[in-house]
């Protein structure tokens, strides 16, 4: 797999999430829309730390649960690029695609969760 700056962070990831993760964002670009991969497998570390963020760390809560996929390199977060390319989660951009997407390709959407985490696709 050759990886381009929009996907390198799906390294060490999971080889079907790979595959299902650069459809998506082949298949949002061919329908006008840029996407990146902002993570994907993380370490327990990492995780450790973004589970402390607005709890016994400053800022927001940016995830609720220590059991994640991305620990095990089955979970990603996209996000759109705007035509600067620069990342943009503004609730303009049609998440519900990516969910479409992702389920078109057999993944989970955090989309569709009761704490909606829009930029999250998962292997089942």
Excluded at 74 to 102: M, Q, T
Excluded at 106 to 114: E, K, Q, S
Aim: aromatic share 8%; hydrophobic share 35%; charged share 25%.
């Amino acid at each position: 797999m050759t990886f381009d700056q929009r996907t390198e962070r799906l390294r060490g990831c999971h080889p079907d999430l790979i595959r299902k993760v650069v459809a998506i964002v082949v298949l949002m670009e061919q329908q006008g829309y840029r996407l990146m991969v902002t993570e994907g497998k993380r370490s327990l570390a990492r995780q450790i730390a973004l589970y402390a963020q607005g709890r016994t760390r400053p800022g927001p809560k940016v995830t609720w649960t220590m059991r994640s996929k991305h620990i095990s390199g089955r979970a990603a977060d996209l996000v759109f690029l705007d035509k600067n390319d620069r990342p943009c989660w503004s609730n303009a951009h049609p998440w519900e695609r990516i969910g479409k997407a992702a389920k078109h390709f057999g993944l989970v959407w955090g989309g569709d969760w009761r704490t909606p985490d829009r930029p999250h696709v998962e292997l089942p």
